[in-house]
């Protein structure tokens, strides 16, 4: 059974950094694009960032660029999120995906909240 399990969230003071991780079993994870998104209370599932395989081409959202850093290891089947300088907007459920052509998987999110 597929699964993607979201770890690294919690509570953090505005300025401060957290690391987000995404482990994904079940699937070969190389051949899959992974993302993050985010949704905060109240408002639409957003998308935040993607590296692609086998590329490793980045993006990002406009409200996170030059502050978060998508990155993968093949090795561990993991992809992380470190979000520095976070702000209290950065509040919210984020959601690992892994996508490729007509096939999407989601993890069940893990909780960020950063406090001013």
């Known amino acids: 059974q597929v699964q993607l399990v979201e770890s690294g969230g919690g509570l953090v003071q505005a300025g401060g950094s957290l690391r987000l991780a995404c482990v994904a079993s079940e699937f070969t994870f190389s051949s899959y694009h992974m993302s993050w998104y985010r949704q905060a209370p109240g408002k639409e599932r957003e998308f935040v960032a993607i590296?692609?395989?086998?590329?490793?081409?980045?993006n990002y959202a406009d409200s996170v660029q030059g502050r978060f850093t998508i990155s993968r290891d093949s090795a561990k089947n993991t992809v992380y999120l470190q979000m520095n300088s976070l702000k209290p907007e950065d509040t919210a459920v984020y959601y690992c995906?892994?996508?490729?052509?007509?096939?999407?998987?989601w993890g069940n999110g893990t909780l960020v909240t950063v406090s001013s």
């Open positions: 590296i692609t395989s086998p590329t490793g081409f980045t």
């Open positions: 995906k892994a996508s490729r052509i007509g096939v999407n998987y």
